[in-house]
Structure formats: structure tokens, C-alpha cells
């Protein structure tokens, strides 16, 4: 059974950049056809897509982060990591990763970290 | 960017149906997937591609898609139901990103 597991600092200061890891057990991260995602939730609040990733490098990242956002892989590892430089208080929420499955045109997460909560505060 | 817009919260009594909307422009000509998030807990994946249930999920969570509206509808409702309930949709078209709707807040009575 796949599982994913997020990893990383807890606290984050202001400017300074926040960095996750997700490890994947029980499948490969290089099996074709899945890509693998980033998603947010700040407290009390709702799901915000961060962005996603191919095994083989290609990523995207929704715009609104795109200047801040590095999404990459080992696959030497079975990892994929999260880094989003120059954080403030609004980039406090918990961390999931997930696997992004269905087809070129059709995709949802069909499998899902438990989540690492992260708060940026000086 | 594509919008999806769903009404904050829905109360609905034991046995009865709880049908949760999730609006988009055009959006009966996307693929709608819905996640089930309990407090404290990853969001788990209910229905996919409109209509289809992963593995392990009930046969009371059924979905549908039509012009600007997508459905789910949890049959039977039971009180382990209650949770927050997303909507997304795939937007090829904008940098390959998946769009989530606001959340409804489901409350068995």
C-alpha cells in the first residue's frame, strides 16, 4: 500500500525559506503516468494547490507562488521536496504531499500524506 | 485562474441525503473529484472523474456533473459522514494546476 510521509521543520522565521520532504513507500516515485504534489491548508481555512512534479524533472507550479516555489525529486530516494523561499505569517499552514494520478487532461490525488504542520513566527 | 465555489456549510439528519454543489463556469465539461476531510486528518479522495468511487469507499457517495454544477450526494447519511467536503477539477489549461472549491462543512444532526 502507498504511503507518504512529509518531513521537515516545524518553525520557519519570517524571509527565511521553509523546506519539506515526502517520502514514498510502497511504489516507486518514477512510475510512469503519476505525478506528485505540494498542497496547503492554512489553519481554519481551505485546500490551496502549491504544485506538482514528473519523476523525470518537469514541474508546475500554480502562479500565484511560482516565484517562491521549487519542487524536486531524488529518485535515489523515493523523495520529492517542497522549498518556498522568503515566508511570511501567511505561509503558516499544514503541508500535505500527495500522489497526483488520472490522465494528461484529468488528474486528482488519489493518495495523500498526513500532513506537517508549519508556522512561520520569529 | 478557473474558480469553484461551494456553500460554506449543509446540516442534514441521520438516514436522510446531503447533497453538496460545487459551481464552476462550464464545469459539466470537466472532470470533478471530491475529497472527504475529517478534523485533524488528510483529505481522502470519495469520488473521481465525476462519478466513480476509489476502493474502500461506500456505494452512498455517488456524484454527478452537469453545466455549471457538480453534485455529491451521500446517501443514507451516517454520523461518521460529518467533515468537510472539497471539490477539484485538472485546469489544463493554466499551467497544469488543480483548482479546489471553498469547502462545505457537513453536520449531522
Known amino acids: 500500500q502507498l504511503q507518504l510521509q512529509e518531513s521537515g521543520p516545524g518553525l520557519v522565521k519570517p524571509s527565511e525559506t521553509l523546506s519539506l520532504t515526502c517520502t514514498v513507500s510502497g511504489g516507486s516515485i518514477s512510475s510512469s503516468g503519476y505525478y506528485w504534489g505540494w498542497i496547503r491548508q492554512p489553519p481554519g481555512k481551505g485546500l490551496e494547490w502549491i504544485g506538482s512534479m514528473y519523476y523525470n524533472g518537469n514541474t508546475y507550479y500554480t502562479p500565484s507562488l511560482k516565484s517562491r516555489v521549487t519542487i524536486s525529486v531524488d529518485t535515489s530516494k523515493n523523495q520529492f521536496s517542497l522549498s518556498l523561499r522568503s515566508v511570511t505569517a501567511a505561509d503558516t499552514a499544514v503541508y500535505y504531499c500527495?500522489?497526483?494520478?488520472?490522465?494528461?487532461?484529468?488528474?486528482?490525488?488519489?493518495?495523500w500524506g498526513q500532513g506537517s504542520l508549519v508556522t512561520v513566527a520569529s | 485562474s478557473y474558480v469553484l465555489t461551494q456553500p460554506p456549510s449543509l446540516s442534514v439528519a441521520p438516514g436522510q441525503t446531503a447533497t453538496i454543489i460545487c459551481g464552476g463556469t462550464?464545469?459539466?465539461?470537466?472532470?470533478v473529484h471530491w475529497y472527504q476531510q475529517k478534523p485533524g486528518q488528510a483529505p481522502v479522495l470519495v469520488v473521481f472523474d465525476d462519478n466513480d468511487r476509489p476502493s474502500g469507499i461506500p456505494e452512498r457517495f455517488s456524484g454527478s456533473n452537469s453545466a455549471n454544477t457538480a453534485t455529491l450526494t451521500i446517501s443514507r447519511v451516517e454520523a461518521g459522514d460529518e467533515a468537510d467536503y472539497y471539490c477539484?477539477?485538472?485546469?489544463?489549461?493554466?499551467?497544469?494546476?488543480?483548482?479546489f472549491g471553498t469547502g462545505t462543512t457537513v453536520t449531522v444532526l
Open positions: 462550464n464545469i459539466g465539461s470537466k472532470s
Open positions: 477539484q477539477v485538472w485546469d489544463s489549461n493554466s499551467d497544469h494546476q488543480g483548482v
Open positions: 500527495a500522489r497526483v494520478g488520472g490522465t494528461a487532461t484529468i488528474r486528482w490525488l488519489d493518495s
